[in-house]
């Protein structure tokens, strides 16, 4: 059985530092008026340079404050749905979260995070 069909459409993979082969990071952020956030990625063990993403959109175990940064963009409708956002907002993250670890304890995807987006470009239909 191929790799792509026993995973299906999910992939999770815990990121390790390309000189020493550790999973303890550093995720340094950068920010910039007008920019997209940028996080840096260091090996927290040898210091070496793992990777860099840039961010759309950006979640903490933060919910009221994480709502709070979200309304500057979204218009709400009302205060009945700004309430159901800031209720729902935590579990929901933390249910995500609790998933992408039990993918990597489970079936973690063994390639490099590089391959991974490539695969994921090579099949979009959108």
Not at 4 to 33: D, H, I, M, S
Not at 66 to 85: E, P, Q, V, W
Request: net charge positive; with cysteine.
């Amino acid at each position: 059985m191929h790799i792509n069909e026993r995973q299906g459409t999910e992939r999770a993979r815990l990121e390790r530092c390309p000189k020493c082969g550790a999973n303890e990071t550093k995720n340094n952020v950068y920010f910039r008026r007008g920019k997209k956030i940028r996080i840096y990625i260091e090996c927290a063990k040898c210091g070496e340079f793992v990777s860099r993403y840039t961010l759309s959109g950006y979640t903490s175990d933060k919910s009221y404050e994480s709502i709070l940064a979200r309304m500057r963009t979204i218009r709400l409708n009302s205060g009945k749905r700004t309430l159901d956002m800031v209720e729902g907002f935590g579990k929901d993250v933390r249910g995500e979260y609790e998933h992408v670890l039990e993918l990597i304890r489970t079936q973690e995807d063994n390639r490099k995070i590089e391959e991974i987006i490539e695969d994921d470009l090579d099949g979009r239909t959108d």
